[in-house]
Structure formats: C-alpha cells, structure tokens
Nanobody, 129 residues
Framework: QLQLVESGGGSVQAGGSLRLSCLTS?????????????LAWFRHAPGKERAGVAT???????LYADSVNGRFTISRDNVKNTLYLQMSSLNPEDTAMYYC??????????????????WGQGTQVTVSS
C-alpha cells in the first residue's frame, strides 16, 4: 500500500513562489515500485470541487490545467520517491488545499480523480493579495 505525505505549503503574497513535495513510501516492499505510478497534484478550494492541477506519468510526460500552465511545474525523483510541484507567480485564486495522488492506471488523467487510488493528507497554500 502506497503512503503519500505532502509538505511545503504555507502563506505567501501574490507573485511569490512555493515548492510542494510529496514523499512516498510503500509497505511490504523493500524496493518501492514508485516509478510505475502515475502521479498528480490536485487542489481543493473552499466552495469548489477538488480539481486536477498537474500530472506526470511513468516516462515523465506532464499535463497541466489551463489555469496553472506556464506558472507551475510538476516533476518527480524516482530515486528519492518524491513528487514536486514548483509554483510561481502565485495569485489568490491559487489558495487551496493541495493533495498529491497516485495510480497504477495506464494513462494519467487530470479531470478524472476517481482513477487515483492513493492520496496524501494535503498541505495548505494561502496566497494573499
């Protein structure tokens, strides 16, 4: 079973940057199968549905929501078993709880969160104007 733990959230002024991290561990396996998972970041703002922000698949291909494209960068380190989200030019609309997620599905999907089997507990990002 995969366990995901996010970190790096906080409060920042508009125009600022943050980098989120998601450390992964897998019970029962000496060598994690981390590289086999499709990974994603989602966010949940008050009064809104949880929405996909970015995905990165097994070979490193990425996909971004239109609202963050060009400002956010998703990456993964398969040696450190860590997923990252570098966020720049933050604005108040980016305020949300951010979650990392993982799935063994063949194709990463940004719009269909139901395919993601494993979720972290979330880290809060607050952007003030």
């Amino acid at each position: 079973q995969l366990q995901l733990v996010e970190s790096g959230g906080g409060s920042v002024q508009a125009g600022g940057s943050l980098r989120l991290s998601c450390l992964t561990s897998e019970r029962g396996y000496i060598y994690t199968r981390y590289s086999m998972y499709c990974l994603a970041w989602f966010r949940h703002a008050p009064g809104k549905e949880r929405a996909g922000v970015a995905t990165i698949d097994k070979d490193g291909s990425t996909l971004y929501a239109d609202s963050v494209n060009g400002r956010f960068t998703i990456s993964r380190d398969n040696v450190k078993n860590t997923l990252y989200l570098q966020m720049s030019s933050l604005n108040p609309e980016d305020t949300a709880m951010y979650y990392c997620a993982a799935t063994r599905a063949a194709i990463c999907q940004l719009l269909n969160r139901s395919i993601y089997t494993y979720w972290g507990q979330g880290t809060q990002v607050t952007v003030s104007s």
